[in-house]
């Protein structure tokens, strides 16, 4: 992933003709913090904060809880936060955090333990004006709220502007939960319609029904109801209906601790079957890495939706967009998590709320006119939209 993130800067910034000291200072990581967590009964977890670059303002990016989390992906998105940020206009950097653990093996009191300690080791490290971490895979407001309330105890700090994603009564925003998910309704939405499609009716497949691939079907049924969702998977596989998933029933099976194989109505996929389902728009909204070479010729829909972070790899990007699939970045699709999560900053910072229609509102500003300059970019230039996207970002980060 940290390799297929530095070849698109190169080649990106190649395009732009940026001299080799300019591309290198693109790809230069600022500060790394790589520590190990051991917890009173002995338990040890390798822990990263990657701080890539600060320029347009404090580190930026979600600290993932997982299994495989490696230093090298931990690079690669903290890289990729930089270039998201910068490609929609908001005035921070970017960094990311991971903790190499399975949480589903660990206890509350092992996960507030580990989470505290995580924000402990950091604190003379992040705050409201250096680095402002979020939630990220397996991470939650529990999480956040726990790493706030250490980050507090031991600085001064009782702005509760050191870490967005916190729950309500602890600062956080309204529509923080929804914003990625919707995020992605938004951006697709403003695409459509600048490809003349957005009257037609439009079938999606959903890998991913997680936190952000719920909301995706929850605001898509919401904002766009002629989209149909006829298949979803989790990470044991999932379902198909050509007739439409009820996105909500949907959710609430899955709300209730339901594997998706086991919902009962459809017929049941696996999840690579669900990559070459024909549908118009598939979207991608679990981990990288889930359109590779080794699959991408299965894909039938002519849009593909990078909800996750780099679900589809270079290779298969490269193809994709050879055969004249619109693939949706990531940078730009999923951003709409940090543009709350920025909001957040904001209304922690100067002490103020805003309701979620207000919240809502600036989340369509700024990604309307993201998808906006990033497609205008795409057209004139004759690149695919991740390469303008990070054009762009880069024009803005030298
Ligand atoms: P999550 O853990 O809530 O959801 C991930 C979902 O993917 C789960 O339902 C899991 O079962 C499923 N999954 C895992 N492997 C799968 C597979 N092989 N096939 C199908 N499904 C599989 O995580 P999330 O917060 O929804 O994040 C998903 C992605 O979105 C990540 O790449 C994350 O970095 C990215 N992202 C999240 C946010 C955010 O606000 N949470 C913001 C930007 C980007």
Do not use: C
Request: aromatic share 6%; charged share 25%.
């Amino acid at each position: 992933m940290l390799e297929t993130t530095h070849s698109l800067i190169k080649k990106v910034g190649k395009q732009l003709g940026l001299s080799d000291k300019q591309i290198a200072d693109v790809l230069k990581i600022n500060a790394e913090h790589r520590f190990e967590i051991e917890l009173d009964n002995g338990k040890k977890f390798p822990a990263y904060r990657i701080q890539h670059n600060n320029k347009r303002g404090p580190y930026k990016g979600g600290i993932r809880f997982h299994p495989e989390v490696d230093l090298d992906e931990v690079r690669a998105l903290a890289t990729l936060m930089s270039l998201k940020t910068a490609a929609v206009g908001l005035p921070m950097g970017g960094g990311k955090g991971g903790i190499v653990v399975n949480p589903k093996e660990l206890d509350k009191e092992e996960l507030e333990e580990l989470s505290r300690k995580y924000a402990k080791y950091l604190a003379p490290h992040i705050g409201p004006d250096k680095d402002v971490p979020a939630p990220d895979v397996n991470t939650n407001s529990q999480v956040i709220d726990w790493m706030l309330d250490e980050f507090e105890s031991i600085t001064s700090d009782s702005s509760h502007a050191a870490f967005t994603g916190k729950s309500v009564g602890r600062g956080g925003s309204l529509g923080r939960d929804t914003a990625t998910g919707r995020g992605g309704v938004i951006v697709l939405r403003e695409l459509l319609e600048k490809l003349g499609r957005s009257d037609k009716p439009l079938t999606y497949a959903l890998q991913g029904f997680g936190n952000v691939g719920s909301f995706f079907s929850l605001s898509a049924s919401q904002l766009r109801p002629q989209w149909t969702m006829i298949a979803a998977t989790d990470s044991r596989g999932g379902i198909k209906d050509f007739d439409g998933l009820d996105a909500e029933e949907v959710n609430k099976f899955k709300s209730a601790g339901g594997a998706l194989k086991d919902y009962g109505h459809g017929k049941m996929i696996t999840n690579d079957e669900l990559i070459g389902i024909k549908a118009d728009v598939l979207v991608l909204a679990a981990l990288d890495g889930a359109v590779t070479n080794n699959n991408m010729a299965q894909v039938q829909a002519d849009i593909v939706v990078e909800l996750a972070n780099g679900p589809v790899n270079d290779e298969a990007y490269e193809y994709l967009t050879n055969r004249g699939v619109i693939v949706v970045p990531d940078i730009l699709a999923n951003a709409g998590g940090v543009i709350v999560s920025y909001l957040e900053w904001v209304q922690n910072k100067e002490n103020r709320r805003m309701n979620e229609i207000e919240v809502n509102k600036e989340l369509e500003r700024y990604l309307a006119r993201a998808t906006t300059q990033i497609y205008n970019y795409s057209q004139k230039q004759k690149v695919s939209l991740k390469e303008a996207a990070v054009a762009i970002a880069i024009k803005r980060l030298i």
